[in-house]
């Protein structure tokens, strides 16, 4: 699985760090990135899941 944040999207609402700060990094003004190379280890899959579900501007993607 793979894990990507959309820049142009992402509004620093900062949740996606909140919930799973081991796949998101965030800078001075909470906007988000991927950690690394955006893999997602089988036992975050859920999590990563979840943090896009919650993105409210829907900058997250996740693909299998
Ligand atoms: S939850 Fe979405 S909008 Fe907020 S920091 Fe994370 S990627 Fe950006």
Do not use: W
Not at 21 to 46: C, K, M, N, T, W
Not at 49 to 58: G, K, V
């Amino acid at each position: 699985m793979q894990i990507r944040v959309d820049p142009d999207k992402c509004q620093g609402h900062n949740r996606c760090y909140m919930l799973a700060p081991e796949l998101f990094d965030v800078d001075d003004y909470g906007y988000a990135s991927h950690i690394g190379d955006g893999d997602v280890p089988g036992e975050l899959e859920d999590k990563a899941r979840l943090t896009r579900d919650n993105c409210p501007e829907h900058a997250i993607t996740v693909v299998d």
